[in-house]
């Protein structure tokens, strides 16, 4: 985890005693949803509780889904970054490309900007590959030298 996540999920809201019975660190039941291992109570962190107003309001923007939840608008913009939560087809739009605004459904660039920023990231990693050769070229060449020195000699 980066400095950048914590900061955006400084308000990320996860239940840690049972609304109902008060007892200790509900069960984690995945996607969001606890359990009270006591009465049975059934609670939602953030993306729990986003990802059920979701699925009744398909087509929600992003600040209404942010008022009619209380979850900061941050902390959505965090799970559509990480691809945790999908914009539905058709709905309004809730992302944009970081690169260059076009409207997007989850992520963080356009697919057409994506496909440059990993082919940057392809091209680097060939970069930093191929420096590595020409130095073992350079000190291979510098053996040979010594070798020639020595047989001058
Ligand atoms: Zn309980
Ligand atoms: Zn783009």
Known sequence: MNEDDVLVFKDYHVPRVCAKCGKA??????????KCSECGFTMYDDFGVVRNYLEAHAGATQAQVSRETGVAMDTIRQFLKEERLEIAAGSAVMMTCEIC????????????CARVVN???EE????????KQSMQGYVKSIHLDKGEYRFKR
């Open 25 to 34: 660190n509900p069960d984690y039941k995945g996607v969001g949803e606890y």
């Open 101 to 112: 605004n076009a409207p997007i459904r989850s992520g963080r660039y356009c697919p057409e």
């Open 119 to 121: 082919k940057r990231v």
């Open 124 to 131: 680097e990693k060939k970069a930093s590959g191929a420096k």
